[in-house]
T-cell receptor, first 113, second 116 residues
Framework: EDQVTQSPEALRLQEGESSSLNCSYT??????LFWYRQDPGKGPEFLFT???AGEEKEKERLKATLTKKESFLHITAPKPEDSATYLC??????????????FGKGTLLTVNP | NAGVTQTPKFRVLKTGQSMTLLCAQD?????MYWYRQDPGMGLRLIHY???????AKGEVPDGYNVSRLKKQNFLLGLESAAPSQTSVYFC???????????????FGPGTRLTVT
């Protein structure tokens, strides 16, 4: 069974204080690992897809990296508008289940001014 | 493009009542999905569809039915609502997994359902 564990559950940062969120996963053949941002009362917003170990993607202050067991979302010099819940999900390559995303429970990030 | 839209945004039902949630997408995606999100549980897949006229069960399908009569629409039905179905429901869509590099799912804004 595919599993995704995100840590920490919650993270509070001061504006400008860089940090990283972790996503550990087990999957029977990884097709892709996905990062989403979710604001309160809204649907998840797609950020990145990573396909293979060593791959990196960047968008503004966010940088996602991938190893064979985990992914990190690095946040550089965060601003209060980066406050949100960040979700990680994996999609397995194998057989008839290649449609399914398995989500972690998310990390609630709060950035104080 | 509006992306993925959901109606209604909020709904309160009494136990035993029925309702249908509507999802529409204008991205010409083949695949569509219904998830529920509960505190401490993360997003869980209810049903999905790989094309017009086809549907399949996800990990938590009991108590729900779905239909996909048109490519752009995916309906989620609750025939006899129960308090355990109180949740936030999200619809999502994606290209076919045959399209390399486009596996990401795009989500709607959600429907908050309360069953009393």
């Amino acid at each position: 069974e595919d599993q995704v564990t995100q840590s920490p559950e919650a993270l509070r940062l001061q504006e400008g204080e860089s940090s990283s969120l972790n996503c550990s996963y087990t999957v029977s053949g990884l097709r892709g690992l996905f990062w989403y941002r979710q604001d309160p009362g809204k649907g998840p917003e797609f950020l990145f897809t990573l396909y293979s170990a060593g791959e990196e993607k960047e968008k503004e202050r966010l940088k996602a990296t991938l190893t064979k067991k985990e992914s990190f979302l690095h946040i550089t010099a965060p601003k209060p508008e980066d406050s949100a819940t960040y979700l990680c999900a994996v999609q397995a390559r194998s057989g008839g289940s290649n449609y399914k995303l398995t989500f972690g429970k998310g990390t609630l990030l709060t950035v104080n001014p | 493009n509006a992306g993925v839209t959901q109606t209604p945004k909020f709904r309160v039902l009494k136990t035993g009542q029925s309702m249908t949630l509507l999802c529409a997408q204008d991205m010409n995606h083949e695949y569509m999905y219904w998830y529920r999100q509960d505190p401490g549980m993360g997003l869980r897949l209810i049903h999905y569809s790989v094309g017009e006229g086809t549907t399949a069960k996800g990990e938590v399908p009991d108590g729900y039915n779905v239909s996909r009569l048109k490519k752009q629409n995916f309906l989620l039905g609750l025939e006899s609502a129960a308090p355990s179905q109180t949740s936030v429901y999200f619809c999502a869509s994606s290209y076919s997994t045959r399209d390399r590099g486009k596996y990401e799912q795009y989500f709607g804004p959600g429907t908050r359902l309360t069953v009393t």
